[in-house]
């Protein structure tokens, strides 16, 4: 059975930080494109970094410089370095891997940013 499992949300204040993990469970990790995706109410959920085992890591336009995505093959973990947050970062943010063709996603975890 395949598991996502986002953790590290929380309330941070502006200009705070917070790093967001999600350990991987039932897929090949190694080989696994690995993303973080936000999503805001009432907006549809958009991508914010990839990690491919290649190493590249595109980036949103409105994350670049102050998010950082890393990951750990050997413990099935991708991470979201998360600083300067603002409080429009506020949204649920999803752990997102994908294998071949085939994709997963996480249950997702809430980041709010107070101003």
């Known amino acids: 059975q395949v598991q996502l499992v986002e953790s590290g949300g929380g309330l941070v204040q502006s200009g705070g930080s917070l790093r967001l993990s999600c350990v991987a469970s039932?897929?090949?990790?190694?080989?696994?494109?690995v993303a973080w995706y936000l999503q805001a109410p009432g907006k549809q959920r958009e991508m914010v970094a990839t990690?491919?085992?290649?190493?590249?890591?595109p980036y949103a336009d409105s994350v670049k410089g102050r998010f950082i995505i890393s990951r750990d093959n050997a413990k099935n973990t991708v991470y979201l370095q998360m600083n300067s947050l603002k409080p429009e970062d506020t949204a649920v943010y999803f752990c997102?891997?994908?294998?071949?063709?085939?994709?997963?996603w996480g249950q997702g975890t809430q980041v709010t940013v107070s101003s």
């Open positions: 997102n891997a994908k294998v071949i063709s085939l994709v997963y």
């Open positions: 990690s491919t085992s290649g190493g590249t890591t």
């Open positions: 039932g897929i090949r990790f190694g080989i696994a494109v």
